[in-house]
């Protein structure tokens, strides 16, 4: 089998094999991203929340200190691979900031450099994340699709981000069963109630 297949099947038949297990052991983590591309080197805070089963928020704020600072938010869906304390992600989200840019002349093969631009784009991202103690380690892909400010319609950066875990999945998951039969007890009819409305008594 060629080699460049084996990893992306054995995500797959491992995702399969394990359906019941929620993609990630936390809940809010927050760390620091170094990101790198064909442009600069970056530095950055990413902070994490997860808002539904399997899927998280990511904020990220990352800068060269020289001429390229951006802000990232990305939704992003989580697989597990064998437990929940690997899994794989993808999604997607928007991104602005401040970036250097280069405009090509072709009669007079002039390269126009630019720095400062304000730009907007569109963010795709995928990656793998193991947590360890309360520590969680990610390496990712992110491209950036540029929709305005800037020359590039297209930037790639990998990124690797360490985390700390605020607060743990179980934690949150006790949290959402314990609001949902709060509201469930707060919705119950009273028995009297119901059973005027099931035999349409009247109260005279």
Avoid: C
């Avoid at 990305?74 to 597990?80: A, N, R, T």
């Amino acid at each position: 089998m060629n080699r460049i297949l084996i990893i992306p099947l054995f995500i797959l038949v491992a995702s399969l094999s394990s359906p019941a297990v929620y993609g990630q052991r936390y809940a809010s983590a927050v760390g620091i991203r170094l990101g790198s591309n064909d442009f600069s080197r970056t530095v950055g805070l990413t902070a994490q929340q997860r808002i539904f089963k399997q899927v998280t928020l990511e904020g990220i704020i990352q800068s060269d200190f020289n001429k390229n600072t951006t802000i990232h938010i990305l939704g992003k869906k989580h697989h597990p691979i064998i437990s929940k304390r690997f899994n794989y992600y993808y999604g997607g989200g928007f991104s602005s900031g401040w970036e250097e840019s280069w405009l090509k002349h072709p009669e007079t093969k002039q390269v126009l450099h630019t720095y400062g631009n304000a730009t907007t784009g569109m963010d795709l991202i995928a990656g793998i994340e193991m947590t360890v103690a309360s520590t969680v380690i990610s390496l990712d892909y992110k491209p950036n699709i540029n929709l305005a400010g800037r020359n590039e319609f297209y930037r790639g950066q990998v990124g690797i981000s360490a985390r700390m875990v605020l607060v743990k999945g179980r934690e949150q998951d006790k949290r959402w069963r314990q609001k949902a039969r709060a509201k469930k007890r707060a919705n119950r009819e009273p028995f009297g109630d119901k059973l005027k409305n099931t035999f349409n008594f009247n109260n005279k």
